[in-house]
């Protein structure tokens, strides 16, 4: 086999655009031949997919299974909302969760995984190419108990466990896991609504608190309160704050004159058994990502353009 250099790869790279691991696959199945690399490429739709990934890919859809005791969510990413609606697209999204919900979260793994006579990845190409927008796994995320269930839910539902927000919640509980599963599926629908930033305050990060305390002492100060008052306000401050991004502390979506933690009890009262909340993770769609401002004719015309 010939040996591939780095420069060569970089040129390859430069040409196409693609990916700096399929331009080392497509040299080593071209034995080091530029031209036919580049074919290589073109054939398997990675050259097409490179001229689209630099465009902004911030709609798409999340994905989410459960099977058992585990649970996977994912997000992929497209440039239109028009494509949350391509059945070609909403497939792509649930193999790519199956392959998240066997081969684990990271996306390189899966994105390897085996599907069909291809890969994840070569799976992704193909539907650039046939779709026509730049379309990206985004990220992927698995929750698993040993003994309890895993509460799922997912808002502005497309598909079975397609849509824009998904929530799993990992519930550990020594009875019988069925006993819980209504008290999951609420608790996902919880967390899909009031967005909580840690389970208690104790999983906060420690400059998340410090910054809200700062906050709050310093308004307390030019409000003009007297030191020995501001070390008073900013603790009820706190709690207040807790009530408002941990989800233990949080009112209750389905019945807010009571907390999470006191619907917890009673669900536990229920069940028979202690339930621990070990986990949860909530995707919302293009959360995070900076999208361009484009006015919707003009987003028409971007997606009937010749790609």
Request: aromatic share 4%; hydrophobic share 45%; proline share 2%.
């Amino acid at each position: 086999m010939a040996e591939i250099s780095a420069s060569l790869v970089k040129e390859l790279r430069e040409q196409t655009g693609a990916g700096m691991m399929d331009c080392k696959t497509a040299l080593s199945e071209s034995k080091g031949d530029l031209e036919a690399a580049v074919v290589w490429l073109r054939k398997k739709g990675l050259a097409k997919a490179a001229k689209k990934a630099g465009r902004i890919a911030a709609e798409g859809l999340v994905g989410l299974t459960v099977a058992g005791g585990k649970g996977v969510v994912v997000e992929v990413n497209s440039e239109t909302d028009f494509v949350a609606r391509n059945d070609h697209f909403q497939g792509l999204v649930k193999l790519i969760t199956q392959a998240a919900l066997h081969h684990g979260a990271d996306v390189e793994k899966i994105k390897a995984a085996k599907a069909g006579s291809g890969t994840i990845a070569e799976a992704i190409a193909a539907g650039i190419a046939t779709i026509g927008e730049n379309l990206n796994l985004r990220r992927a995320a698995m929750l698993s108990v040993g003994a309890g269930t895993i509460g799922c839910y997912m808002h502005n539902s497309m598909a079975e466990g397609l849509g824009r927000i998904g929530v799993l919640v990992a519930l550990e509980f020594k009875g019988k896991a069925d006993a819980l599963a209504e008290f999951g599926r609420k608790l996902a629908m919880h967390v899909a609504a009031a967005n909580p930033q840690a389970i208690e305050s104790a999983a906060l990060a420690p400059a998340v608190i410090a910054r809200e305390r700062d906050v709050l002492a310093d308004k307390a100060r030019a409000a003009g309160k007297p030191a020995n008052v501001i070390e008073k306000i900013v603790d009820s401050g706190l709690k207040t704050f807790y009530k408002e991004v941990c989800l233990l502390d949080q009112a209750y979506v389905h019945d807010p004159s009571k907390s999470v933690a006191q619907a917890l009890k009673e669900a536990e009262a229920q069940a028979g058994a202690p339930i621990k909340i070990a986990g949860y993770v909530r995707y919302a769609l293009g959360e995070g990502v900076e999208k361009q401002e484009q006015d919707f004719a003009a987003e028409v015309a971007a997606a009937v353009r010749p790609g």
